[in-house]
């Protein structure tokens, strides 16, 4: 089949190559870097150079408007496959290829549908996870199933990126049986039931700040969700600062917030156990040392909650 592939995680490369065992990629659909950004050229540059090597056609279009959807009919594809393109697909756009449009959900829909299910995930310390393959409709995650994964392990130390990658690996192992049962119309779909349904939320910037006042495991779970964008951050001085690691200790906390050195170690309270932090960064400044930075001060003035 000729496959349309709309993603924008540089993990789904994996994916990318499994399918070019089978089947022609006409062209990797991702979304444009932020305006005015000066990191790199693309959101993705792996994914990019996954594509150059591989003669795939590479476009960032800044909105799926008609000349976009004019485009992608021109290519004349069978199948778009979508997984973690980070935009809304209208109806017009889903129907294009002869097989519609699929989409690879990282969730076992139909809990957690929308936009951050890993995150989510990880956040509510859930125990098991897996995969949902659907047909696309201009529903947000509720269309027919083509296949369920089964139900994964999790050890509770899986950071948003090693999630990602996990997920994306194991559909990589099924994804050319699924294809060619599309193919051949072999498939028998499934309805997904409403009434389980949960729903997941965009993530913004201000979501990484952290409330001493909860557990430790809960901010430890927000940490790894979190993990590649936007980060956990507190304020000390009314100046941000981002976590960049932390561990949880066996220490049982007081006062949530306050600072405490022990064993040489910066410790913060929670409402369960300390949380030792190893290493921050002030914004605009360097990555440094907690406890080089934090032994500057009476940490016995200190309390997290209130600076």
């Not at 990658?165 to 099924?174: A, G, Q």
């Not at 039931?193 to 910037?205: G, M």
Request: charged fraction near 25%.
């Amino acid at each position: 089949m000729n496959i349309i592939f709309f993603g924008s995680q540089d993990e789904s490369i994996e994916l990318l190559a499994e399918i070019s065992n089978n089947h022609n990629i006409l062209a990797i659909i991702s979304k444009p870097l932020p305006k005015n950004s000066k990191r790199r050229k693309f959101i993705n540059p792996k994914l990019y150079e996954y594509s150059q090597k591989n003669n795939i056609l590479f476009l960032c279009p800044n909105k799926l408007d008609s000349t976009f959807e004019e485009t992608i009919k021109s290519l004349d594809p069978d199948l778009s496959i979508v997984m973690s393109y980070g935009k809304i697909l209208k109806k017009n756009l889903i129907n294009i290829p002869r097989y519609g449009t699929i989409n690879i959900h990282p969730s076992l829909l139909p809990v957690y549908r929308g936009p951050s299910p890993i995150q989510n995930t990880i956040l509510n310390q859930d125990k098991k996870t897996g995969f949902t393959v659907i047909q696309m409709n201009e529903g947000v995650d509720t269309g027919d199933i083509l296949y369920k994964s089964k139900k994964y392990d999790l050890n509770l130390d899986e950071t948003y990126t090693e999630l990602l990658r996990f997920l994306f690996n194991e559909s990589s192992k099924i994804i050319n049986n699924l294809l060619s049962k599309i193919d051949n119309k072999e498939l028998c779909t499934q309805k997904q039931n409403n009434k389980l349904a949960t729903y997941t939320s965009l993530i913004e910037k201000k979501s990484g700040e952290i409330n001493w006042d909860v557990e430790a495991s809960s901010i430890y779970a927000k940490f790894r969700a979190f993990s590649e964008w936007p980060k956990i951050y507190s304020f000390f001085n009314q100046k941000r600062f981002i976590i960049h690691d932390l561990l949880v200790s066996d220490y049982k906390s007081t006062n949530p917030g306050n600072l405490e050195k022990i064993d040489g170690k910066i410790c913060v309270h929670t409402s369960t156990q300390n949380i030792i932090l190893s290493q921050i960064q002030f914004d605009g400044k360097k990555i440094i040392d907690a406890s080089a930075y934090f032994s500057n001060f009476d940490l016995s003035k200190i309390n997290l909650r209130t600076n």
